[in-house]
């Protein structure tokens, strides 16, 4: 198996059971000017599994090709980030990573190495982008850790 997709698919499940720990009145709260809540992290998150799957897409189908950059500031914007309900997020988020994780698991091992551009952080392979996915949890995952020491914000 895979050490990314291994990883990558229990990200759903370790954020259901974060967020079953902290406190809703806690949800909103704003630990760190520069970063979203954890209402606009879930929905990021969301909302980004489907970007992510059409990059591996775009890179496998299309070798090469140069993938879209987004603001991920402005899309919490215009996705309107803060209306979202996070356990419903959550729910379509484990859908959306189902599929990311099949797509990677069913992708033969020599596409891995397949590439495509990106305008700001250059050529990515499959893995890269894997990595990045990894990255990309494991970032948001310390963030949301932050309700359980800063806020005290564990459920009773």
């Known amino acids: 198996m895979n050490p990314y997709v291994l990883s990558i698919r229990h ?5 259901v059971r974060m967020l079953d720990q902290i406190s809703p009145e806690r ?8 970063r979203f809540n954890l209402v606009e992290v879930i929905a990021h998150i969301t909302d980004w599994e489907d970007i992510v799957l059409d990059r591996l897409r775009q890179t496998v189908e299309h070798p090469g ?11 919490a914007i215009d996705k309107n980030y803060m209306s979202k ?17 099949s797509f990677l698991e069913e992708l033969p091992v020599e596409k891995w190495s397949l590439s495509a551009v ?6 990515l392979t499959v893995e890269d ?17 932050e309700y359980f020491t800063v806020l005290h914000a564990l459920v009773p």
Do not use: M
């Not at 990200?11 to 954020?15: E, R, S």
């Not at 949800?27 to 520069?34: F, I, K, N, R, S």
């Not at 982008?129 to 494991?138: F, T």
């Open 85 to 101: 309900e996070p356990h419903h997020e959550l729910e379509v988020f484990a859908n959306r990573r189902r599929d990311t994780v």
């Open 65 to 75: 090709s140069t993938l879209v950059p987004f603001d991920e500031g402005q899309r």
């Open 118 to 123: 990106h305008p700001e952080r250059g050529v």
């Open 129 to 145: 982008q894997a990595n990045l996915i990894l990255g990309h949890d494991v970032y948001h995952i310390e963030q949301l850790s």
């Open 27 to 34: 949800y909103t709260d704003v630990l760190q000017a520069d």
């Open 11 to 15: 990200t759903p499940a370790i954020l």
